[in-house]
Antibody, heavy 118, light 108 residues
Framework: QLQLQESGPGLVKPSETLSLTCTVSGDSISRSSYHWGWIRQPPGKGLEWIGN???????YYKPSLKSRVTISVDTSKNQFSLRLNSVTAADTAVYFC??????????WGQGALVSVSS | SYVVTQLPSVSVAPGMTARITCGGS??????VHWYQQKPGQAPILVIY???DRPSGIPDRFSGSNSGDTATLTISRVEAGDEADYYC???????????FGGGTTLTVL
């Protein structure tokens, strides 16, 4: 059964870098059928796509976040990671890692709350 | 970028039918996907490509899409259906993933 699990610090200081890792079990992130990516949800608000990567290494980012975001992959560990630099309070959110099946998101991790505060 | 609009809230009595809409310019030409999110949980996919149900989703959940409105219909509503529902479309632009603002379904 497919499972995605986010991990990383729950508190980040303003101007620093948010780093999260998603560990995938039950599927291989190098399969060609799927993208893998990140979505976030500020407290009490809606969902915002951050970016995806494809098995061939291509990455796709939300334009408004592109200058601050990097998604990287470690296929040997079946993990992928999110780095978001120069964070502000507006980046406080629950961050979900997701499997992206063509145009929709069919599996989600449980989410990790990251707060940006000094 | 493409914009989709959802009403903030919908209320329905148990056993009745809930209709949650997602509006957008000519949304009928796009594929719409729906997610259910209960408090403190991750969203789950309940409808994809307008009307298909993932395995494990009851057939009380159905979808349609035409013109400027896509609709998620929940028949014979149960207390356990109380949740936030989000529509999502894929737009072939540099900002391709578009979510609606979400609709809170309250079961009276």
């Amino acid at each position: 059964q497919l499972q995605l699990q986010e991990s990383g610090p729950g508190l980040v200081k303003p101007s620093e870098t948010l780093s999260l890792t998603c560990t995938v079990s039950g599927d291989s992130i190098s399969r060609s059928s799927y993208h893998w990516g990140w979505i976030r949800q500020p407290p009490g608000k809606g969902l915002e796509w951050i970016g995806n990567f494809f098995y061939n290494g291509r990455t796709y980012y939300k334009p408004s976040l592109k200058s601050r975001v990097t998604i990287s992959v470690d296929t040997s560990k079946n993990q992928f990671s999110l780095r978001l630099n120069s964070v502000t309070a507006a980046d406080t959110a629950v961050y979900f890692c997701v499997r992206h099946s063509l145009a929709y998101f069919d599996f989600w991790g449980q989410g990790a709350l990251v707060s940006v505060s000094s | 970028s493409y914009v989709v609009t959802q009403l903030p809230s919908v209320s329905v009595a148990p056993g009745m039918t809930a209709r949650i809409t997602c509006g957008g310019s000519n949304i009928g030409s796009k594929s719409v996907h729906w997610y259910q999110q209960k408090p403190g949980q991750a969203p789950i996919l309940v409808i994809y490509y307008d009307r298909d149900r993932p395995s494990g989703i009851p057939d009380r959940f159905s979808g349609s899409n035409s013109g400027d409105t896509a609709t998620l219909t929940i028949s014979r509503v149960e207390a356990g259906d109380e949740a936030d529902y989000y529509c999502q479309v894929w737009d072939n632009t540099s900002d391709p993933v578009v979510f609606g603002g979400g609709t809170t379904l309250t079961v009276l």
